[in-house]
């Protein structure tokens, strides 16, 4: 698994399709986080948008390699092993990303009366949420089980949208409760919800491996 790792890390890498979804990450949290403002409310504007970045990840990392490479290295792993590691590079990558972004909103936000610490803890954990569910959505609207581009493109953004605003959504909950404890900086660590996105993306990326296996 560690070869297939970084040799899908390479060819993100390479293929440079991750400026697209990183860049416009960097400018979503750039333009609508400001320095001053209550960190808690910044880092859950921040995570929010780790959703649509993770599934649009795993959209690139699933689709990046040529038919032909993708039959030998299916050949060689295994089609499920091989699509995993795919979702996993994808995850990875966004995780430290999104690592980045909460330290950089804790560094320049107000605490509002919570620890740079507390509240940056409690970012990444909300921001491990989203990632899992946006790991669970691009996993759900690529191949194997979605292959048409435009139906695939179209589920994903929906899909995204969905996700942070259905009550019950494991990113949707970690999103609010930092932005509801803006206010009075009490900070909140999102435990069931992480408990959620990983029951969540662990489902999601064994049904796509499965049908992967099966198909192929």
């Not at 695939?152 to 605003?165: K, Y």
């Amino acid at each position: 698994m560690t070869a297939l790792l970084r040799y899908h890390a390479a060819l993100l890498l390479r293929s440079q399709r991750w400026l697209a979804p990183f860049l416009l990450y960097a400018v979503f949290v750039g333009i609508g986080v400001q320095a001053g403002e209550p960190v808690l409310g910044a880092l859950g504007y921040a995570v929010a948008g780790l959703v649509p970045v993770t599934a649009w990840a795993v959209r690139i990392c699933l689709n990046q390699e040529p038919p032909a490479a993708r039959t030998v290295t299916a050949a060689a792993a295994g089609p499920a092993r091989a699509h995993g590691a795919a979702v996993l590079t994808a995850t990875g990558a966004v995780l430290l990303v999104g690592a980045v972004a909460v330290v950089a909103v804790t560094a320049f936000g107000d605490p509002k009366g919570a620890s740079p610490l507390s509240a940056g803890a409690a970012g990444l954990l909300a921001a491990a949420v989203c990632v899992l569910t946006g790991t669970a959505v691009g996993a759900l609207t690529t191949r194997p089980l979605i292959r048409s581009r435009g139906w695939s493109l179209t589920t994903l953004l929906l899909a995204s949208l969905l996700s942070l605003v259905t009550t019950g959504s494991p990113a949707a909950g970690a999103v609010s409760a930092l932005v509801t404890a803006a206010g009075p900086g009490t900070v909140p660590y999102s435990w069931p919800a992480l408990a959620g996105a990983v029951a969540l993306a662990a489902t999601a990326v064994t049904l796509a491996c499965r049908t992967t296996a099966r198909r192929g």
